[in-house]
Nanobody, 124 residues
Framework: QVQLVESGGGLVQAGGSLRLSCAASGRTISTYDIGWFRQVLGKEREFVAAISRSGGSTLYADSKKGRFTISRDNAKNTVYLQMNSLKPEDTAVYCC?????????????????WGQGTQVTVSS
């Protein structure tokens, strides 16, 4: 099993930046694609970004392209999400997850081993 712990969330003003971390333990995540999702209370979980096991391929939700950057350091067993130009609508709990199934990387159905999430709040 893999345990994931997200960190780096917090309160930031609109236009600001945050860098989220997703630290894995229990086993290496270097052989897995990793995704970031976010969820607002009462709404469905939303895909944010994903990165391939080598880090050579990345995917983003359309609204995040150019503002968010996903990266990974397999030596540290950690995946990052750099978020710039934050907007109030980016406010959510951000979670990372390990993709273990061959379904679409945009769908949470393909992911297993979810972290508890880190709260990001963007004030206007």
């Amino acid at each position: 099993q893999v345990q994931l712990v997200e960190s780096g969330g917090g309160l930031v003003q609109a236009g600001g930046s945050l860098r989220l971390s997703c630290a894995a333990s229990g086993r290496t995540i270097s052989t897995y694609d990793i995704g970031w999702f976010r969820q607002v209370l009462g709404k469905e979980r939303e895909f944010v970004a994903a990165i391939s096991r080598s880090g050579g391929s990345t995917l983003y939700a359309d609204s995040k392209k150019g503002r968010f950057t996903i990266s990974r350091d397999n030596a540290k067993n950690t995946v990052y999400l750099q978020m710039n130009s934050l907007k109030p609508e980016d406010t959510a709990v951000y979670c990372c997850a390990v993709r273990t199934r061959g379904t679409s990387p945009y769908s949470e159905a393909g992911y297993e081993y979810w972290g508890q999430g880190t709260q990001v709040t963007v004030s206007s």
